[in-house]
Each structure stands twice: as structure tokens, then as C-alpha cells.
């Protein structure tokens, strides 16, 4: 593969990656604030966080197919592994530098006031967020029939 051509594939990951994190936060941005006023008052923030995953990992995997399809992502692990990675870095940084700082708290006080139960399951969103480029649209082995 020439430099050009490797740089072109370098190029459509990060952006493909960044349209990723930027879907999923937006879809975060627009059902944080429902689940803050409307669910966490009537169920509690464990629930009202418990509720919203599912929601979460529908829009991932939406996000995720349809960005592996519009930047015509090649199906090898490490380019969509990549791409997944790369979403979830800038996930963090976005939660660690930005989102900390808007709710006035240090790390260490993050993670020290996560519920245990909604915070697992949070961790594993995360996982599945940066492992879904890689699981969507995966070729399935033709059964005989």
C-alpha cells in the first residue's frame, strides 16, 4: 500500500471515529438531561441510569453500523477496532476534561460516587461502544438450507 493510500485510510478512521463519538455524545447530550428532570425524580438515579443503557446501546449500535457503511470501513479488526478506540478516547477526554469540570468534581471523585450496580453497567457500555465498529456487520457464515 503506498503512503498516499495509507493515509487516506489513516484519515477516514479518525473521522470516522469523530462522527462516532460525536453521534453517540449527541444522543448522550439530548437523553442525559431527560433522564436528569424527568426520570431520576420518579425512579431514582440508579433506575433512571439502568433505563437509559438500553437506549444507549441501541443508538451505539446504530451510530457504529452506520458509520462503518458511510466511511466504507474495511472489514480487518484493526481498522474498525481502531475507529472504536479512538471514539472511546475521545469520549473520555471529553468526560474527564470538560464534563468533571461542569459538575465541580476531581476524578478520584468520579469514580469514588459512581453506584457500583449503574456504574458497571456503564463501564460495560463503554466497552461495547468501542468494540461495536468491530461487531456490526460482521459477515455471518451462510448456513446450507
Do not use: H
Amino acid at each position: 500500500m503506498c503512503s498516499q493510500d495509507r493515509f487516506s485510510q489513516l484519515s477516514r478512521i479518525v473521522k470516522a471515529a469523530a462522527v462516532y463519538f460525536g453521534l453517540v455524545f449527541g444522543a448522550g447530550f439530548i437523553l442525559g438531561p431527560i433522564r436528569i428532570l424527568f426520570v431520576v425524580p420518579r425512579f431514582g438515579a440508579r433506575v433512571a441510569k439502568l433505563m437509559e443503557a438500553p437506549l444507549m446501546l441501541i443508538v451505539v449500535a446504530v451510530a457504529a453500523r452506520w458509520v462503518v457503511r458511510r466511511f466504507q470501513l474495511a472489514p480487518t479488526v484493526a481498522d474498525r477496532l481502531t475507529v472504536g478506540l479512538l471514539a472511546l478516547i475521545l469520549g473520555l477526554l471529553f468526560e474527564f476534561g470538560f464534563v468533571l469540570k461542569l459538575r465541580g468534581l476531581t476524578l478520584t471523585e468520579y469514580f469514588l460516587t459512581r453506584d457500583r450496580v449503574s456504574g458497571t453497567v456503564y463501564y460495560l457500555t463503554l466497552l461495547l461502544f468501542a468494540a461495536m465498529p468491530l461487531l456490526v456487520g460482521r459477515k455471518r457464515p451462510k448456513t446450507p438450507g
